[in-house]
């Protein structure tokens, strides 16, 4: 009988505790929200969400993945938000976008 191959242990893709540190997770984009975050970005409109969590993941479907913000991460997003609020997503027009980003805004601590 062969013995079985551990699984290598799947990222939580919620808010969550890894070891003592604490990860913001950032919801899957369609490739239509990810498109309209480098738009925005290329204006200076995205908090500079690009730049800190960087893409993590590429999907056929053409959606992506962010990476996890951990704590810090996350502090300096929300400070760039705050630093020009008129600005942030100001001339987004993807609803689902404006949901994903302001809930993660709005569940830093």
Excluded: C
Excluded at 11 to 26: E, L, P, Q
Excluded at 89 to 98: C, P, T, V
Aim: aromatic share 12%; net charge neutral.
């Amino acid at each position: 009988m062969a013995a079985r191959k551990k699984r290598p242990a799947r990222r939580a893709r919620r808010d969550a505790w890894v070891g003592n540190k604490f990860y913001y997770h950032i919801p899957r984009l369609t490739k239509t929200e990810y498109a309209t975050l480098e738009w925005l970005a290329d204006r200076g409109y995205d908090g500079n969400i690009l730049k800190i969590a960087g893409v993590e993941e590429f999907y056929a479907d053409g959606s992506v993945q962010l990476g996890d913000l951990r704590e810090h991460q996350a502090w300096e997003f929300r400070d760039y938000v705050q630093s020009d609020p008129d600005a942030f997503l100001a001339s987004s027009g993807s609803r689902g976008l404006n949901e994903k980003l302001l809930d993660l805004h709005d569940r830093i601590v």
